[in-house]
């Protein structure tokens, strides 16, 4: 299973953008799909996630009202639409998927994912 992110680049400080991240290979059911992101020298972070049984979304606090996640038509596709982007925006951003379902209290955790994709590059400037 391999999920493929794209959509990164670079943008201005306030731009926009949408990453996309879909599956490719064989099929495969999962309970939520998350973005998290990493910045050379620091830890992984967690962006946003979206549990599909119920719908519902989490934020991470420094990119929650400006980033929103959604699900795509086909299965297993998670969108990341970035607006008012900030310098300290600036990493690689991943789409990882979760077989297990997911309580509240773990969407946040990388741990939790099984599949994760290969990386998109997000730079913003000043």
């Known amino acids: 299973v391999q999920l493929q992110a794209s959509g990164g680049g670079s943008v201005q400080a306030g731009g926009s953008l949408r990453l996309s991240c879909a599956p490719s290979g064989r099929t495969f059911s999962s309970n939520a799909m998350g973005w998290f992101r990493q910045v050379p020298g620091k830890e992984c972070e967690f962006v946003a996630a979206l549990r599909w049984r119920d719908g519902t979304t989490y934020y991470g606090d420094s990119v929650k009202f400006r980033f929103t996640i959604s699900r795509g038509t086909a299965k297993n596709t998670v969108y990341l639409q970035m607006n008012n982007l900030k310098l300290e925006d600036t990493a690689v951003y991943y789409c990882?998927?979760?077989?297990?379902?997911?309580?509240?209290?773990?969407?946040?955790?990388?741990?939790?994912?099984?599949?994760w994709g290969q990386g998109t590059l997000v730079t913003v400037s000043s």
């Open positions: 990882a998927a979760a077989t297990a379902w997911l309580i509240t209290s773990r969407v946040r955790s990388s741990r939790e994912y099984n599949y």
